[in-house]
């Protein structure tokens, strides 16, 4: 993968964690909400080949220690501004996934001159982009109805490893506060201009005729792939990086 730096930032009042990965134009990835950067470790490898990777950890997730502050997608997007500021990014393609999809919603509207091409799974840039039992169980999340290797995962790299059902309380509360500067109007969307995939797994729990209509809202069009929400990135990600290839035009000669 070439070069692999990581490190920290002070941003905001967080001590904000990134990885860089590769060389060539920079490409942001912005995981889902409480995973960590790792998600993205079997597609890395692919996308390090032809760009600078830049992997970018929340408020309270992975190494990036929590504040005493609420969760926010709006504060996340302006954490991941100043972030690429500081590190001298003017302008970069980003890859959001699920909630670091909505913050890249979030870095479109505030801050557009930062993106080149969007690509966005399994995003939504409002609650009733999920199935209504989803809505219910981010309302009411608990520790314990997460995957085990999302705790694992956390524990693994957080500086504060028995935090992890603080964490989900936290985005309990961030889903029951109905923040509405967290989530975007459709107006909004369709004012985006700058390139936009949009993907979702067949077998995901956003509503399809909602990622149809906001695709739609995007000027794009829905792509597919098989799998559930994490599956098409964890464990059978080729179609997934087939299509971020082609839209990024990540190519050997480039």
Known sequence: MGNTFSGYKKVNGLNMYYEIHGSGKPLILLHGQFATASMFYPILPDLAQHRQVV???????????????????????????????????????????????????????????????????????????????????????????????????????????????KLIAKGAEMANSLNKEDFLEPAQLQHITVPVLLVIGDNDIIRPEYAHEMAKLLHTKLVVVTGDHASYITTQPQPLLGHLKKFFELSINQ
């Not at 509207?109 to 169980?137: C, Q, W």
């Open 55 to 165: 992997l970018i950890e929340q408020q309270g997730h992975g190494h990036t220690a929590d504040i005493n502050r609420p969760l926010s997608f709006a504060q996340m997007g302006r954490d991941t501004a100043e972030l690429l500021s500081q590190l001298g990014i003017a302008e970069a393609d980003v890859f959001g996934y699920s909630g670091g999809g909505t913050i890249a919603l979030q870095l479109a509207k505030s801050n557009p001159h930062l993106i080149r091409k969007m690509a966005l799974a399994s995003t939504v840039y409002s609650m009733d982009g999920y199935f209504p039992y989803i809505v219910e169980g981010l309302k009411h999340a608990s520790a314990e109805a997460f995957p085990s290797q999302m705790k694992k995962e956390y524990e693994r790299v957080a500086p504060h490893p028995e935090n992890w059902s």
